[in-house]
């Protein structure tokens, strides 16, 4: 375990490895779980296709 976080945040962080097929290490882990949360608050953008609404004008009407 870690100094750095309290007993149950390392055993979040185990369960949430476990539940990740794939993701093996605790950084990877703390990775993911950073990045759901800065595209869930608006800090990331979604990883969505499209035009930005800025970009957007008459040229681009389908």
């Known amino acids: ?3 750095l ?3 149950q945040i ?3 962080l185990q369960s949430f490895i476990s539940d990740h097929p794939g993701m093996d ?3 990877q882990a703390i990775a993911a779980i ?3 949360w800065f595209t869930n608050h ?3 953008p ?10 957007l ?3 681009n009407d389908d």
């Open 42 to 44: 608006g800090y990331l």
């Open 10 to 12: 390392e055993q979040a």
């Open 34 to 36: 950073l990045t759901n």
């Open 57 to 59: 004008d008459a040229s």
């Open 1 to 3: 375990m870690s100094d």
């Open 46 to 55: 979604h990883d969505q296709e499209g035009i930005r609404p800025e970009n």
């Open 5 to 7: 976080y309290d007993p």
């Open 25 to 27: 290490t605790r950084n």
